[in-house]
């Protein structure tokens, strides 16, 4: 996850014992999750589940692929995080959750000199967001 996530979910209303990575799940169990940041925080609430990494994307997804023992590593974020993973050449799959409600200006996902190529290979709608799942796609 990149820092700016880590913030939240790290803060007084983000994940808690009961609650955090996979709500619904154990959380006895909870993966560890590696955070991209350039500068560790000093002082971190759920401390055992997070991992700080500051050497760029493909170290954190090589630091999960080998904690995850063959399991697959789930990227979370924002904008800016995730595209970082995305430029890298970093993710199989993408999967947005676009809900109807503006925030502001946010930070874009696919800056204007992105050339990530997608193929749709999933669309489901629920009453509070459209959930789209795409195939990211090899340069040619």
Known sequence: MGRRTFDVVDGPNGWSDEMGYGAHQDQSAAPPVFV??????GKVR?????RFVTDGPASAVRQAKAAAGGKDVVIMGGGSACYEFLR??????????LAPLILGGGTPLFPGDSKV????????????AQHLTYRVLADD
């Open 36 to 41: 991209l940041t350039h500068e560790a925080p």
């Open 88 to 97: 890298a050449g970093l993710v199989d799959v993408l999967t947005i959750h």
């Open 46 to 50: 759920l401390a055992d589940r997070f």
């Open 117 to 128: 190529r997608l193929e749709l290979l999933e669309s489901e709608m629920t009453s509070c």
